[in-house]
Every structure is written in structure tokens, then in C-alpha cells.
């Protein structure tokens, strides 16, 4: 079985592409391969552009692993803000090319990256954990928190509201929508342009720029690790 997440270096850019062969779901080995391939990019110091197979970026959590619960479930949850975490805070910039659907734990990693480029087309992107029955974690509140226009972020959270890739842009899933077929040579631009700025202070502008947001989502993270263990 071929690795979930593939590492291609090219110059001053590192591009990270998922694909599982079915929908990139944020599976214990894929969790494992994204943050191997953000170890290598952080060796290399790439700005990283973070992408999915043609039509989807990711549709969240491994649902077979979260509906059996236990241990395994509150590892893949937890990794699974961990790397968003991460994402958030990496030393050089990221740039997600987003291909297609970004739903659920999906889109949170869109919301955790520095620029978002999206595919137009007849894709979802939101966050639909209501809407199958889940309480919207702490860590996805504040997740959407940092990046939604305040009048999306109630919708997109309580109501479980979808949206196509140019209806994201103003809700502040995405930065702007190009074309499906110019989205990587858009992303590689944007990364290579990217890569020409001061990485000192370019990191160090973004973790002033997060402090709070940073603060907020690793209390969310243990708090919502305080309520995955209790209910194992």
C-alpha cells in the first residue's frame, strides 16, 4: 500500500499531496505521513504547499476509527488537532490547494494554513459536525473562531452551513478560487513569491499575530482531550 501523503521538494518549495485512493480521510496513518512529511519540509526549510487528490481535500476523521471509540479514536482526535496546532505555528509558510470538498476535520486544516487557494467547482467546504449528531468540539470553535467573518462563524458552526468554493472566500474558509485546472501552478506561485520574504520575521510576525489564538486552541485541545478520556 502506497503511503497516504507524498513529499516532492522543488527548489524553496516542499508540496505535500494526500490521497488515499478514496477521501483523504484524517486517518491514524495519514496523521502519521503529514506530520513526517511537515518534519522533512521543516528540515528543509520549504514553505510548504499542502494539497489533495483532484476533487477532494479531505472529508475529516476516519469515521470507522471514531465510531468504534477507545483509545485509537481519542489518539486520531487528538493527532488530529495536534497537527492543525502545528500547522498554525510552522516556521515557514503553508499554502493549501484546496482540490475539492474540505469538510469537517478537513477544513480545519484549511483554517489552520497561512494562505488558502481554492479548485472552483461543485464542492462543499464547512464543517457538518452537528448536522451528523456530533457537539462541535472546543477546538473546532476556536478554530473557526480565528479565521470566519463573524457572520458566518455562528452558521458555520451551529447550523452545519456548506459552502461552494466561491461562497468560502467571503466566509473566510478560503483566501480566493481559481479555476480547477490552474489551482497547483497558482499555489506554486503563490509559495514561490512567498519564499522570497525574511522567514525570521516572517514567523515571528505570525506566532505575535496568533499569540491568542494559539493560547486558545491549545486549551481547547486539552480541554476536549479531558472530555474524550472520560467518555473511554
Not at 12 to 24: L, R
Request: hydrophobic letters at 50%; charged letters at 20%.
Amino acid at each position: 500500500m502506497s503511503a497516504p501523503a507524498t513529499y516532492e521538494l522543488k527548489g524553496s518549495v516542499a508540496t505535500i499531496t494526500m490521497d488515499d485512493g478514496k477521501v483523504n480521510a484524517m486517518s491514524l496513518p495519514m496523521l502519521s505521513a503529514l506530520n513526517a512529511s511537515l518534519d522533512r519540509a521543516s528540515a528543509d526549510r520549504a514553505v510548504v504547499v499542502l494539497a489533495g487528490r483532484p476533487g477532494l481535500f479531505s472529508a475529516g476523521f476516519d469515521l470507522k476509527t471514531l465510531g468504534a471509540g477507545g483509545p485509537d479514536a481519542q489518539k486520531m482526535v487528538t493527532a488530529g488537532f495536534e497537527l492543525a496546532y502545528r500547522m498554525l505555528s510552522f516556521p515557514t509558510p503553508i499554502v493549501v490547494a484546496c482540490s475539492g470538498h474540505a469538510i469537517a476535520m478537513g477544513v480545519f486544516l484549511v483554517l489552520a494554513a497561512d494562505y488558502r487557494i481554492g479548485a472552483d467547482g461543485p464542492f462543499k467546504i464547512g464543517a457538518n459536525e452537528v448536522a451528523i449528531g456530533i457537539t462541535m468540539p472546543h477546538f473546532g470553535i476556536e478554530i473557526c473562531r480565528q479565521r470566519l467573518a463573524p457572520a458566518h462563524f455562528n452558521r458555520a458552526v451551529i447550523f452545519s452551513e456548506m459552502y461552494s468554493p466561491a461562497e468560502a472566500v467571503p466566509a473566510g474558509f478560503l483566501d480566493r478560487v481559481v479555476p480547477a485546472a490552474e489551482l497547483q501552478s497558482e499555489a506554486q506561485k503563490f509559495a514561490a513569491t512567498v519564499s522570497k520574504l525574511n522567514m525570521t520575521a516572517q514567523t515571528a510576525s505570525k506566532l505575535r499575530l496568533r499569540d491568542q489564538t494559539l493560547k486558545a486552541i491549545r486549551a481547547a485541545i486539552d480541554a476536549d482531550g479531558g472530555m474524550l478520556a472520560s467518555a473511554n
